[in-house]
C-alpha cells in the first residue's frame, strides 16, 4: 500500500541504504526478514515547503517492535507533494534508533 503512493522516481533510504523506484522499494520491503511489525507514533511534526503550495515535510518519531525482538526507537522524514488532485511521497527516509554497544 505504501509503495502505491510513491511516485516512480521516488527514493527511500531504510537503515542507510539507498533504494530507488517502485518496483526496487517493493522488493526491499518484501525482503525484510520481520513477520509481524508493530508500531506506536509517539510524535509527527510537520512543516510546509515554502516555495510549492500544498507540499509538506513530515517526521514521525515512534517505536518499532518486529517479531519477538524489543521494542527499538524510529525516525521517519519524508516530503508529501500534491500530485494530480492527491499526494505522493518522495524522499523517505526511515531509520531505527539502534546503538552499537
Given at each position: 500500500?505504501v509503495?502505491?503512493?510513491?511516485s516512480?522516481?521516488i527514493?527511500v533510504?531504510?537503515g542507510?541504504?539507498?533504494?530507488s523506484?517502485?518496483?526496487?522499494?517493493?522488493?526491499?520491503?518484501?525482503?525484510?526478514?520481520?513477520?509481524?511489525?508493530?508500531?506506536?507514533?509517539?510524535?509527527?511534526?510537520?512543516?510546509?515547503?515554502?516555495?510549492?503550495?500544498g507540499?509538506f515535510?513530515i517526521?514521525?518519531?515512534?517505536?518499532?517492535k518486529?517479531?519477538?525482538?524489543?521494542?527499538h526507537?524510529f525516525?521517519q522524514?519524508?516530503t508529501?507533494f500534491?500530485y494530480n488532485?492527491g499526494?505522493v511521497i518522495?524522499?523517505?527516509?526511515f531509520?531505527l534508533?539502534?546503538h552499537?554497544?
Amino acid at each position: 500500500a505504501v509503495v502505491s503512493t510513491q511516485s516512480t522516481g521516488i527514493n527511500v533510504e531504510y537503515g542507510g541504504a539507498q533504494v530507488s523506484g517502485q518496483e526496487a522499494i517493493h522488493n526491499k520491503l518484501k525482503g525484510l526478514p520481520m513477520q509481524q511489525v508493530q508500531h506506536a507514533v509517539t510524535t509527527i511534526d510537520v512543516q510546509p515547503v515554502p516555495a510549492i503550495e500544498g507540499a509538506f515535510i513530515i517526521q514521525v518519531l515512534g517505536q518499532l517492535k518486529a517479531d519477538n525482538d524489543p521494542p527499538h526507537g524510529f525516525t521517519q522524514v519524508f516530503t508529501l507533494f500534491p500530485y494530480n488532485g492527491g499526494n505522493v511521497i518522495v524522499n523517505d527516509m526511515f531509520r531505527l534508533a539502534l546503538h552499537n554497544a
